[in-house]
Each structure stands twice: as structure tokens, then as C-alpha cells.
């Protein structure tokens, strides 16, 4: 049963739903020769749905099981090119 809950299978069903994917190079938790094969399943997958855009990665070299400010950056631009929040705030404080 657990083969058909690996990442190479459960990241593809998350498309075309934005997806960004944080890793460090060095994590024990999550080798990066393990998170390959889903992140180009995962691609494959936004690509066919015409979504390329909204999937993403970040695998920085010379961390393990942490965020660093580089991930956190990485996130922040993410969520913002995601959610667009200046387009929402424009839609709710501008008056009718």
C-alpha cells in the first residue's frame, strides 16, 4: 500500500495547485537522491496541466534539516507571486 503514497505519486496530485517544494541539500530526513524522482515527476505533472509556473523548488546546498533565510526568502516570494496580495488588498480597500 505505501508504494502508492511515495512522493513520486502524491506531488504529481497536488497540480495544478501551487506547490513549492523547501529542502536543504544536506537534510538526513529527506535525502535529495530520494526527492529528485518526485520533483521531476512533480514537474512533468504542473507541465501537463499548463502549470508550470506554479510549482517550485528550492534544494540549498550545505544545509540539512533547517530553514534559512535564503528558504524563508524563497517562501515569502512564492506565497506573494502565489497569492498576489496586492491585487486582494486593491479588491478590499477599495471602495464600491
Given amino acids: 500500500m505505501l508504494e502508492h503514497y511515495d512522493a513520486p505519486r502524491s ?24 526527492l529528485r524522482p518526485a520533483l521531476r515527476a512533480a514537474e512533468r505533472a504542473y507541465r501537463l496541466h499548463g502549470a508550470s509556473d506554479s ?3 528550492v534544494i540549498q546546498d550545505g544545509v540539512g534539516h533547517e530553514v ?23 479588491a ?5
Avoid: H, N, W, Y
Fill in 11 to 34: 506531488l504529481p496530485a497536488i497540480a495544478p495547485r501551487p506547490l513549492l517544494i523547501v529542502s536543504g541539500a544536506c537534510d538526513p530526513r529527506c535525502p535529495v537522491r530520494g
Fill in 55 to 57: 510549482f517550485g523548488a
Fill in 68 to 90: 534559512s533565510p535564503e528558504m524563508d526568502a524563497a517562501v515569502e516570494a512564492f506565497f506573494i507571486k502565489q497569492l498576489k496580495p496586492a491585487a486582494l488588498l486593491r
Fill in 92 to 96: 478590499v480597500v477599495t471602495p464600491a
